[in-house]
Each structure stands twice: as structure tokens, then as C-alpha cells.
T-cell receptor, first 114, second 115 residues
């Protein structure tokens, strides 16, 4: 079974609107961390936001926030007030306790239109 | 930006030839990683290192070897390249390990084509 599932291959949103990118994960570990990365067309991988499994509040970083629902094993990325520069591939990743490695989902391509 | 340099940035080579990709960091981070990125697969871990001369296999390690003789350098070698190893290769570094919120920071990638 996949550890990280991103069910939306592509998403479209209009500029200034909010968009949610889905991520579900599979682990039996009670302690884990979830990461989101952005990959624009230029190719670099940019770290966006982190959520720990024991964090009491949903993570936020500027226009990025995580809708973390632990019981449902989902960690959806919410981008508020989309900008044209948000057009990119977005990856969700997980680190489980005792491992220094990340497992990545297959990504969601977001296109922001004017 | 994290000081990570991958070289070369682009390479075209022939099947059966050896290829070595280099990752150099100036951050003195303990952990270094090699990933490959292919359409429809996201990023998949090839090998990683948790210290000088300490390495371990990832999800897709067959056909690849690594070495880390200095903290700052992590080499990925394809002993005899095959067309299935055509991919974009990313190096990443991290100063955290098994706990905490330390993200991995990535290099700009190496586009490798094997004909």
C-alpha cells in the first residue's frame, strides 16, 4: 500500500481564490512528521510547511496552512489567495519515527489562471 | 538558500558506461540523500548517508552505489548505466535525523539521459 497518496493529478484555480491539495497517509507509527514541497517549472524543490503528529495546532506559514485531520490520516495543504506564481507541482511527504528518510507522494500539479 | 551544488547539471551518456554524480554541501549537515524523479512516480529514495562512510539503501537502490568520504561530498555512481536510469536526480541534505521538524533541502537536480 502506498504510504502517501495524492489523489489529484491536476488542479485548476483562479487567481485570488483558495485551493486545497489533498494528501492522505498510511502509518501505524504514533509519531511522524508531514512535509509539503513545491516544485515550479524551473525544477527546484522548495520546502513549504511541516506538521508534526503531536502538534496541537494546524501548521501555518504565510498563505500556506495545513488542514491536519489525524483520525482520517489526512494532511491537506491549503493555499489562500492563489497567485500566478503558485502554479507548480506540489508534493506531500512523510517521515516516520526512527527514520531520517522521507516518503513522497506522486504530486499534484496546480495551475493558477488569471 | 541551502548551500547544495550538484554536478553535472546535465549529462548525456551511452548505455554501459559508468556515471558519477556529485553532491557538495557547505552546510555541514549530517544527512545526505539521493533521489530520482520520474513522471508518475514522484521522488524515490535511492541511497542516503547518515555520516562519513555511513550509508544505507533506499527504495530503488539496484544499479546504484554511493560513497561519502567527507562530510561535504556525497557521490552517486551508476556502474553500468542503463536506459531505465534516465531520470532527474536530486540530492538533499538535512541536519536533523529521526526526530524533529528538520526538512530536507534540495539541490537543483541533475538531468541524466542514457542513450
Amino acid at each position: 500500500a502506498q504510504k502517501i497518496t495524492q489523489t489529484q493529478p491536476g488542479m485548476f484555480v483562479q487567481e485570488k481564490e483558495a485551493v486545497t491539495l489533498d494528501c492522505t497517509y498510511d502509518t501505524s507509527d504514533p509519531s511522524y512528521g508531514l512535509f509539503w514541497y513545491k516544485q515550479p517549472s524551473s525544477g527546484e524543490m522548495i520546502f513549504l510547511i511541516y506538521q508534526g503528529s503531536y502538534d496541537q495546532q494546524n501548521a501555518t506559514e504565510g498563505r500556506y496552512s495545513l488542514n491536519f485531520q489525524k483520525a482520517r490520516k489526512s494532511a491537506n495543504l491549503v493555499i489562500s489567495a492563489s497567485q500566478l506564481g503558485d502554479s507548480a507541482m506540489y508534493f506531500c511527504a512523510m517521515r516516520e519515527t526512527g527514520y531520517s528518510t522521507l516518503t513522497f507522494g506522486k504530486g499534484t500539479m496546480l495551475l493558477v489562471s488569471p | 538558500d541551502a548551500g547544495i551544488t550538484q554536478s553535472p547539471r546535465h549529462k548525456v551518456t551511452e548505455t554501459g558506461t559508468p556515471v558519477t554524480l556529485r553532491c557538495h554541501q557547505t552546510e555541514n549537515h549530517r544527512y545526505m540523500y539521493w533521489y530520482r524523479q520520474d513522471p508518475g512516480h514522484g521522488l524515490r529514495l535511492i541511497h542516503y548517508s547518515y555520516g562519513v562512510k555511513d550509508t544505507d539503501k533506499g527504495e530503488v537502490s539496484d544499479g546504484y552505489s554511493v560513497s561519502r568520504s567527507k562530510t561535504e561530498d556525497f557521490l552517486l555512481t551508476l556502474e553500468s548505466a542503463t536506459s531505465s536510469q534516465t531520470s532527474v536526480y536530486f540530492c538533499a541534505i538535512s541536519d536533523g535525523g529521526r526526530e524533529g521538524n528538520q526538512p530536507q533541502h534540495f539541490g537543483d537536480g541533475t538531468r541524466l539521459s542514457i542513450l
